[in-house]
């Protein structure tokens, strides 16, 4: 399994660009999908977040008014961190149940889509990095027009996130999303290309390390559930991986 970051700042088309990757065979696992469930109705995520901003980010439901609370926290950094300490921890542990469990099914190329990325130091967990680049005035425009918020709210949404600048010298692969959907999707096309590729290289990888092993037979007590876990992963991901 090859786990790929996949990031972009708001309004950059990171969640299309994962949509298109889903379609193509990866498996997605979508942070702020992840973040939704993690302050539902009864959960402690969301009485820490009633504990701090109060009653009226709760909507009659008991459901989080996400409005409310992102015209706060947008608005003032501190609030921001807050919340992010709030929810970040919740989100890490589904995350990592997910990848856990798409490495028990053999699933070979493995995606999370993680906003901040960056800015909470995840590079090193990844075996690649993409990120969706877009012009900041295309992002601002796509908040206004497409999301419906207001420009000051966008504006302030949009400067809380690490500059895309910084992002690009980091990552492997950058796709800039401000043409037609036709260049993105062959943008995402010869991207996938390359993560199939990776995908096969690392099942290469892996069988070399299990010949050595074998060949050596250096302890192999001690390495033993490791190697036969290794053979399996091998087996999953050659029935699964093809490159086009």
Same mark, same amino acid.
């Given at each position: 399994?090859?786990?790929?970051?996949?990031?972009?700042?708001?309004?950059?088309?990171?969640?299309?660009?994962?949509?298109?990757?889903?379609?193509?065979?990866?498996?997605?696992?979508?942070? *702020?999908?992840?973040?939704?469930?993690?302050?539902?109705?009864?959960?402690?995520?969301?009485?820490?977040?009633?504990?701090?901003?109060?009653?009226?980010?709760?909507?009659? *439901?008991?459901?989080?008014?996400?409005?409310?609370?992102?015209?706060?926290?947008?608005?003032?950094?501190?609030?921001?961190?807050?919340? +992010?300490?709030?929810?970040?921890?919740?989100?890490?542990?589904?995350?990592?149940?997910?990848?856990?469990?798409?490495? =028990?099914?053999?699933?070979?190329?493995?995606?999370?889509?993680?906003?901040?990325?960056?800015?909470?130091?995840?590079?090193?967990?990844?075996?690649?990095?993409?990120?969706?680049?877009?012009?900041?005035?295309?992002?601002?425009?796509?908040?206004?027009?497409?999301?419906?918020?207001?420009?000051? =709210?966008?504006?302030?949404?949009?400067?809380?996130?690490?500059?895309?600048?910084?992002?690009?010298?980091?990552?492997?692969?950058?796709?800039?999303?401000?043409?037609?959907?036709?260049?993105?999707?062959?943008?995402?096309?010869?991207?996938?290309?390359?993560?199939?590729?990776?995908?096969?290289?690392?099942?290469?990888?892996?069988?070399?390390?299990?010949?050595?092993?074998?060949?050596?037979?250096? +302890?192999?007590?001690?390495?033993?559930?490791?190697?036969?876990?290794?053979?399996?992963?091998?087996?999953?991901?050659?029935?699964?991986?093809?490159?086009?």
């Amino acid at each position: 399994m090859i786990l790929i970051g996949l990031t972009g700042n708001i309004a950059s088309g990171k969640s299309e660009v994962a949509k298109m990757l889903a379609d193509r065979g990866a498996t997605i696992i979508d942070a *702020d999908e992840l973040a939704r469930e993690a302050v539902r109705p009864e959960t402690q995520a969301l009485r820490d977040i009633v504990k701090r901003w109060g009653k009226d980010i709760v909507k009659q *439901d008991g459901s989080l008014d996400r409005g409310a609370l992102r015209r706060i926290v947008f608005a003032d950094r501190d609030e921001l961190n807050a919340l +992010n300490r709030i929810v970040h921890p919740g989100v890490t542990r589904m995350q990592d149940r997910e990848v856990a469990r798409a490495k =028990e099914r053999g699933d070979p190329i493995v995606v999370c889509v993680i906003p901040l990325l960056f800015e909470r130091n995840l590079v090193d967990e990844f075996d690649a990095i993409v990120l969706v680049d877009a012009p900041r005035p295309v992002r601002l425009e796509r908040l206004v027009t497409t999301r419906g918020l207001e420009e000051t =709210e966008a504006m302030n949404m949009i400067a809380a996130q690490m500059p895309a600048e910084l992002k690009r010298a980091r990552a492997d692969f950058c796709i800039d999303n401000n043409g037609s959907r036709d260049e993105l999707e062959r943008d995402v096309d010869a991207l996938w290309s390359s993560l199939q590729r990776t995908a096969v290289d690392k099942v290469s990888d892996i069988r070399n390390i299990l010949k050595d092993l074998r060949a050596t037979g250096r +302890n192999t007590r001690a390495v033993g559930s490791d190697v036969r876990a290794m053979g399996s992963d091998v087996g999953a991901m050659e029935s699964q991986v093809t490159v086009s």
